[in-house]
């Protein structure tokens, strides 16, 4: 055990600061979520912090970490760490984003399938099993270069190309959603640099050039 020093970006009644915390715990070893979940327990439970599983498959607590995008319950914490809320989308309090685009952007443009029919192969694509680690983390949203959120009506967050190649290439999909990728605005995603993801789907390569 060691005792380190976190720097937290805080936002609430609106007002932001930086707060620097002090923690004894096992730095290289524990993880930032455990680190967040000490802080919130023994020093200041007003730090708005959101979790579900603590082990990367909830999806749930992303944040920024030294300025990228990170999950808190796969990141090893270490001294001097500044950490911040995901960036390019509105904050609640904290650490704590607004996720509520992700299910009315979903509804809105449909992004589900029609009742599917047929048989499932005996192979699945390659690239359904890779895009389908998706937890909905928003790391992608936050650390693309092209996405703005006051720009999300024209053009959409990687997530949701995520989720039209999820129904792309599902074994048992007959449409085509070529159209529905160029309606969110996956032309503005051209030239766009590999885009983050801590579950390693390739999000430029397998589920925006499929459209493109």
């Given at each position: 055990m060691e005792t380190i020093t976190l720097t937290i970006k805080r936002n609430a009644e609106n007002k932001t600061w930086d707060e620097t915390f002090c923690v004894d715990i096992d730095s290289g070893r524990s993880t930032i979520l455990e680190a967040l979940q000490q802080i919130k327990q023994d020093v200041d439970p007003t730090l708005a912090i959101r979790y579900g599983c603590r082990y990367k498959h909830c999806g749930l607590c992303g944040i920024s970490v030294n300025g990228t995008a990170r999950m808190a319950c796969m990141t090893k914490v270490k001294t001097g760490m500044t950490i911040g809320p995901l960036e390019k989308m509105p904050i609640l309090q904290d650490l704590m984003v607004d996720r509520s685009f992700v299910t009315e952007t979903i509804k809105e443009k449909k992004l589900f399938h029609q009742p599917?029919?047929?048989t499932t192969p005996s192979a699945i694509n390659e690239n359904y099993l890779t895009v389908s680690k998706c937890t909905d983390c928003l790391s992608c949203v936050s650390g693309s270069s092209i996405y703005y959120h006051d720009n999300r009506n024209e053009v959409a967050a990687p997530l949701f190309f995520v989720k039209l190649a999820q129904l792309q290439l599902h074994p048992l999909n007959q449409d085509d959603y070529q159209s529905k990728a160029h309606e969110l605005g996956v032309k503005a995603y051209e030239n766009s640099p590999?885009?983050?993801?801590?579950?390693?789907i390739p999000i430029k390569k397998i589920a925006i050039d499929l459209f493109l």
């Open positions: 599917l029919t047929g590999p885009i983050p993801c801590p579950y390693g």
